[in-house]
């Protein structure tokens, strides 16, 4: 299986306002050198809770957020160095699906025109190709070709979501990136969002980056998980790995919290300690683990030295004691 995207040493700064006129302008670190890839066909998952860096990860990957440094090459080629014609020509390989379908539509055109939108924006194919196309997407997720004439707010959340999708498909994109894309709508209506979109990643063959911050919505759809914590992956590998045995303790956390889990605890999981407090400030990072004063397994080597992704098993982990959480 050919490698769709591959990541690396991704970095994104925001510059903040001086504390002073002499002082040196402070920057917050969102995401601080981060590597993953994605082969053709395949789903990634990253995840975390809010203010993690996952949106600005995957942002600053198709270029909708400025990175400060780090590569990103798509198809072989370096998405971060081309200008912007060339890029403008990648955008038809990548789409986003965006998390609020009652905001990311325009609520003053109809449909039709809101999903035909991408192909006139492109100038791909003739006028009737594209209304012909826009037709055929209608079907494919599951709308109706009578509904082409309504305007957003005459369709329901879960229906939104299905336009919003079928515009993304439009120009034929390898990768959709979709952010948080059920987050918005009724527990129903997710799981028949999440089954459109497993079932398009079969039939059309698309590859994946879904970014979530709950752990069992993203285990419905994707193939691997990157768990990300204050800007840095901590813990990444195959879904089923993942969920079997986690061994970074914030994986462990974000699992036992998981609304979609409560009941379906994963095989080999163990309901860890609670963790506490807030993460620390991205503005200064601590020197050793960003998660150590958080970290029910924490010692005075964690506040030391920040640990790096390293091969345990199947899964690569950040964590200088892997493993499962202790049991009291």
């Known amino acids: 299986m050919s490698m769709l995207m591959d990541v690396r040493g991704l970095t994104v700064r925001f510059a903040l306002p001086k504390p002073s006129i002499f002082a040196e302008r402070p920057h917050l670190e969102a995401v601080r050198q981060v590597s993953f890839t994605l082969r053709a066909g395949q789903a990634l998952g990253i ?11 995957a942002m600053a990957a198709i270029r909708l957020t400025e990175a400060a440094g780090g590569k990103v090459l798509f198809d072989g080629d370096d998405l971060l160095a081309l200008d912007d014609e060339n890029m403008r020509q990648r955008r038809r390989d990548i789409q986003l699906i965006f ?44 709308l109706r070709e009578d509904q082409l004439n309504l305007f957003p707010h005459q369709f329901s959340g879960g229906q939104r979501q299905r336009i919003s999708i079928a515009r993304a498909l439009t120009t034929n994109p390898k990768l959709l990136v979709c952010d948080e894309p059920v987050s918005a709508l009724d527990v129903a209506i997710q799981a028949q969002i999440l089954n459109l979109l497993a079932d398009l990643k079969d039939r059309l063959g698309l590859s994946y980056l ?66 506490k407090g807030d993460p620390p400030s991205p503005i200064n990072p601590p020197p050793g683990c ?15 030295k920040a640990p790096e ?20």
């Open 47 to 57: 995840v975390g809770e809010s203010g993690s860096g996952k949106t600005t990860t």
């Open 99 to 142: 998390q609020d379908p009652y905001s990311s539509l325009n609520p003053r055109a109809r449909v039709m025109d809101i999903v035909r939108e991408p192909m006139d924006l492109m100038e791909i194919g003739t006028p009737d190709e594209r209304v012909e196309r826009v037709k055929e997407l209608f079907t494919l997720v599951g």
């Open 210 to 275: 879904f970014i979530s911050h709950d752990l069992g919505v993203v285990r419905h759809v994707c193939d691997e998980v990157a768990v990300m914590y204050l800007g840095k992956i901590v813990e990444q590998g195959p879904t089923e790995a993942l969920f079997a045995a986690p061994q970074h303790p914030y994986t462990q956390a974000l699992l036992a919290a998981a609304p979609s889990l409560a009941r379906r605890k994963s095989k080999g999981y163990v309901r860890p300690l609670k963790v």
């Open 290 to 304: 960003a998660f150590a004063e958080r970290c029910p397994k924490a010692q005075s080597l964690c506040r030391e």
């Open 309 to 328: 992704l390293e091969n345990h098993g199947s899964l690569q982990v950040a964590c200088h004691f892997p493993g499962p959480p202790d049991v009291a």
